[in-house]
């Protein structure tokens, strides 16, 4: 009768003990992190972390910010990879939360959230290469920075207003939103009471301060999409 190697057995449950150590290490990060934000230098920190990856959660901002605040580009070692780019011998991977999918026993779909391991472009065979980066103005197709700006803060104050959790601190929430358009693309910021903004934190779930960050978020990262594309759809049209 074949038997299971206790080997293997062995192998599997330290495995498994691994990945679940790393990720309670995470959202053990997560929550310091998050309790820092009341600090008004540490929110304007995330601030600056969050809009260069606008993208990214906040979840994965504040992990960042953690872990390697000064870093521009992230991916994972198969990405750099696949592009001819090695990570450097002896490099520390950022950790950083990916969405999964799963199957409930009742056959319906679950989310959950797994571990990524990332590395910036700086801890990679990269940084002997030029990397070019233009600046908004050279960015064919955009609208003028106010323009821009003034999109997003629309976009945030018409959220904020219809959501009882930013009463009385719409104009405020919507002054981060600008920020972090503005600091993505190394535009002139507005002035952010980080001081009142942080304020508002105070005694809320951590959850929902991510949350209401998010939202923050959101709306520069969603008009930020709907320029490019409207930019690229011009650039089309003139073919």
Same mark, same amino acid.
């Given at each position: 009768?074949?038997?299971?190697?206790?080997?293997?057995?062995?192998?599997?449950?330290?495995?498994?003990?691994?990945?679940?150590?790393?990720? /309670?290490?995470?959202?053990?990060?997560?929550?310091?992190?998050?309790?820092?934000?009341?600090?008004?230098?540490?929110?304007?920190?995330?601030?600056?972390?969050?809009?260069?990856?606008?993208?990214?959660?906040?979840?994965?901002?504040?992990?960042? =910010?953690?872990?390697?605040?000064?870093?521009?580009?992230?991916?994972?070692?198969?990405?750099?990879? %696949?592009? %001819?780019?090695?990570? %450097?011998?002896?490099?520390?991977?950022?950790?950083? &939360?990916?969405?999964?999918?799963?199957?409930? @026993? /009742?056959?319906?779909q =679950?989310?959950?959230?797994?571990?990524?391991?990332?590395? /910036?472009?700086?801890?990679?065979?990269?940084?002997?290469?030029?990397?070019? !980066?233009?600046?908004?103005?050279?960015?064919?197709?955009?609208?003028? @920075?106010?323009?821009?700006?003034?999109?997003?803060?629309?976009?945030?104050?018409?959220?904020?207003?219809?959501?009882?959790?930013?009463? =009385? !601190?719409a104009?405020?929430?919507?002054? &981060?939103?600008?920020?972090?358009?503005?600091?993505?693309?190394?535009?002139?910021? @507005?002035?952010?009471?980080?001081?009142?903004?942080a304020?508002?934190?105070? =005694?809320?779930k951590?959850?929902?301060?991510?949350?209401?960050? #998010?939202?923050?978020? #959101?709306?520069?990262?969603?008009? %930020?999409?709907?320029?490019?594309?409207?930019? !690229?759809?011009?650039?089309?049209n003139?073919?």
């Open positions: 009768m074949n038997q299971v190697n206790s080997s293997d057995t062995f192998d599997r449950e330290v495995y498994k003990t691994r990945k679940r150590e790393e990720k /309670d290490r995470i959202f053990e990060m997560l929550s310091e992190e998050t309790q820092k934000l009341l600090d008004p230098e540490k929110l304007k920190a995330y601030a600056d972390v969050q809009a260069r990856f606008l993208r990214s959660s906040v979840s994965n901002a504040l992990l960042i =910010g953690r872990q390697r605040p000064e870093a521009t580009w992230i991916r994972s070692f198969d990405d750099w990879k %696949n592009d %001819n780019i090695f990570v %450097n011998k002896g490099e520390k991977a950022i950790l950083m &939360l990916k969405p999964v999918t799963y199957e409930r @026993p /009742d056959g319906s =679950g989310f959950a959230s797994d571990v990524s391991k990332n590395f /910036d472009v700086t801890q990679t065979t990269a940084m002997g290469r030029t990397i070019i !980066r233009k600046e908004y103005h050279e960015m064919s197709g955009m609208p003028s @920075p106010e323009e821009l700006l003034g999109a997003v803060r629309q976009r945030a104050m018409t959220t904020f207003v219809r959501d009882e959790a930013f009463r =009385g !601190r104009v405020n929430m919507a002054d &981060l939103s600008v920020y972090l358009m503005a600091k993505h693309y190394r535009l002139d910021p @507005p002035d952010v009471d980080f001081e009142r903004v304020l508002f934190f105070e =005694g809320r951590e959850k929902d301060v991510r949350r209401e960050l #998010t939202a923050v978020k #959101t709306a520069a990262d969603e008009v %930020n999409r709907e320029m490019l594309a409207r930019a !690229r759809d011009g650039r089309e003139e073919r």
